[in-house]
């Protein structure tokens, strides 16, 4: 009898474990083989400074958060361009990536600072070679989103789109795959689920919001309204 109940309470035991191991693997951890040896759990501070979370976002897209799918992702890089690109999200996960401390504003008046991980925009811009008449980039996103910022910017302030955020993979509503990290601009700016980069010669290209009025600039420390 004694011997029954100490199989009793080990196997007990086991279940507990399988269970924990099930919650898991639910949660996030062997769902994305990305990361099936790390549980997805923010980071909550970095150097020092409090990070916020991907709960403190706003949803404030044009048609919705949007699914994509990975296994069918492909970033485009195209227009005034000597060699138009195109990557998987596997090729791209395993171009050089850079982390950021960086703070988006957005103009209905909230800010998150957070830790991004994701790829130099300088990277893809050598691989694609833009032609000499090239001053702008276009961003272009699933939901059918554009925006834009000068080319040289871009380069000067080494931005990076993310496909991390606070050491997780980015979310569904925070713009997975990738979003831009548009450092220093508002936050209409930080396009998500970003699937087309286009170079042009249209420095006064007007993205959705900046067609409606909104500083076609973007500079967080400046108007919001372009008058």
């Known amino acids: 009898?004694?011997?029954?109940?100490?199989?009793?309470?080990?196997?007990?035991?086991?279940?507990?474990?399988?269970?924990?191991?099930?919650?898991?693997?639910?949660?996030?951890?062997?769902?994305?083989?990305?990361?099936?040896?790390?549980?997805?759990?923010?980071?909550?501070?970095?150097e020092?400074?409090?990070?916020?979370?991907?709960?403190?976002?706003?949803?404030?897209?044009?048609?919705?958060?949007?699914?994509?799918?990975?296994?069918?992702?492909?970033?485009?890089?195209?227009?005034?361009?000597?060699?138009?690109?195109?990557?998987?999200?596997?090729?791209?996960?395993?171009?050089?990536?850079?982390?950021?401390?960086?703070?988006?504003?957005?103009?209905?008046?909230?800010?998150?600072?957070?830790?991004?991980?994701?790829?130099?925009?300088?990277?893809?811009?050598?691989?694609?070679?833009?032609?000499?008449?090239?001053?702008t980039v276009i961003f272009h996103a699933v939901d059918g989103y554009t925006t834009s910022l000068p080319l040289d910017l871009i380069l000067e302030r080494d931005l990076l789109i993310a496909d991390k955020i606070n050491g997780i993979t980015l979310p569904a509503a925070n713009g997975f795959p990738y979003q831009l990290v548009a450092e220093s601009k508002w936050g209409y700016k930080w396009i998500r689920w970003l699937e087309r980069i286009e170079l042009s010669n249209d420095a006064d290209y007007r993205g959705f919001w900046e067609s409606f009025g909104y500083s076609n600039d973007g500079d967080a420390e400046g108007p919001k309204f372009d008058y």
Not at 5 to 10: G, L, V, Y
Not at 93 to 122: F, N, Y
Request: aromatic residues 6%; negative net charge; contains cysteine.
């Open 1 to 46: 009898m004694r011997d029954m109940r100490r199989w009793s309470a080990k196997r007990g035991v086991l279940l507990g474990v399988a269970v924990v191991a099930m919650t898991w693997v639910v949660a996030g951890g062997l769902s994305n083989p990305e990361n099936a040896t790390i549980p997805a759990v923010e980071v909550t501070e970095y």
């Open 48 to 135: 020092g400074t409090r990070l916020g979370s991907v709960e403190d976002f706003r949803e404030n897209s044009i048609r919705g958060v949007q699914t994509v799918d990975p296994a069918t992702y492909t970033l485009a890089m195209d227009g005034l361009v000597t060699q138009s690109q195109s990557w998987t999200y596997g090729e791209l996960l395993e171009m050089e990536h850079k982390q950021r401390l960086v703070t988006i504003h957005c103009v209905e008046g909230w800010s998150v600072t957070a830790l991004w991980d994701g790829i130099p925009l300088a990277r893809l811009l050598d691989l694609a070679e833009p032609t000499v008449g090239a001053n």
